[in-house]
């Protein structure tokens, strides 16, 4: 089955600073790739996604990569805020008798400092 | 738009007792999920439903953990008896999709979870 891997597990950054965080998925049929970041206390959200036919995407500080070819996707999230302080998930989506199905990876703690 | 509602937002037990968690997803939404987060990981698959129908149940602990959802609406999680292992946030979410292989993703969306003690 699909398998994911994140790094770093911690990431600490000054405000402003930009943060990357890199994801691999080991499925070559997944097709979906969301992150999600969850504050204490609360539910994943969902910030972006990208889906397998497009290789970059952008959302005012967020922006996502994908490469195919290689089997890795990575978070970008530039002039970083304190509030963007949170555990960030990705996740890969392999079709699950062709309903999709996420698997996770193991998180990443981001720390703005102020 | 309501997002997913699920109550209780926390819970203590003992081991060997029995928990009910219930989830009553985006108003419309045909796919139900529900996932266990033990501290520390990401959140992991325990079951899917399309409407009242179990899609996949692979990674459920069937002797102890069961779900449903009867109606196709709000879905019930139960786990009797729990263990120690169980202690996580159990967490329900919700996507638009109805159809298999309709589009190469369905956003899901997540309730806010219900942290689960058992000691």
């Known amino acids: 089955g699909e398998n994911v891997e994140q790094h770093p597990s911690t990431l600490s950054v000054q405000e402003g600073d930009s943060a990357v965080i890199k994801c691999t998925y080991s499925d070559s049929a997944s097709n979906y790739f969301p992150w999600y970041k969850q504050e204490l206390g609360k539910g994943p959200q969902l910030i972006i996604d990208i889906r397998s036919n497009v290789g970059e995407k952008k959302d005012q500080r967020i922006a996502v990569t994908l490469n195919k070819t290689a089997k890795h996707f990575s978070l970008h999230i530039t002039e970083t805020q304190p509030e963007d302080s949170a555990v960030y998930f990705c996740?890969?989506?392999?079709?699950?008798?062709?309903?999709?199905?996420?698997?996770f990876g193991t998180g990443t703690r981001l720390l703005v400092s102020p | 738009e309501a997002g997913v509602a699920q109550s209780p937002r926390y819970k203590i037990i003992e081991k060997r007792q029995s928990v009910a968690f219930w989830c009553n997803p985006i108003s419309g939404h045909a796919t139900l999920y529900w996932y266990q987060q033990i501290l520390g990981q990401g959140p992991k698959l325990l079951i899917q439903f399309q409407n009242n129908g179990v899609v996949d149940d692979s990674q459920l602990p069937k002797d102890r953990f069961s779900a449903e959802r009867l109606k196709g609406v709000d879905s019930t999680l139960k786990i009797q008896p729990a263990k120690l292992e169980d202690s996580a946030v159990y967490l329900c979410?919700?996507?638009?999709?109805?159809?298999?292989?309709?589009?190469?993703?369905?956003?899901?969306?997540f309730g806010p979870g219900t942290r689960l003690t058992v000691t």
């Open positions: 996740a890969a989506s392999p079709m699950n008798t062709g309903f999709q199905k996420l698997v």
């Open positions: 979410a919700s996507s638009n999709q109805r159809l298999p292989g309709q589009g190469a993703g369905n956003e899901q969306y």
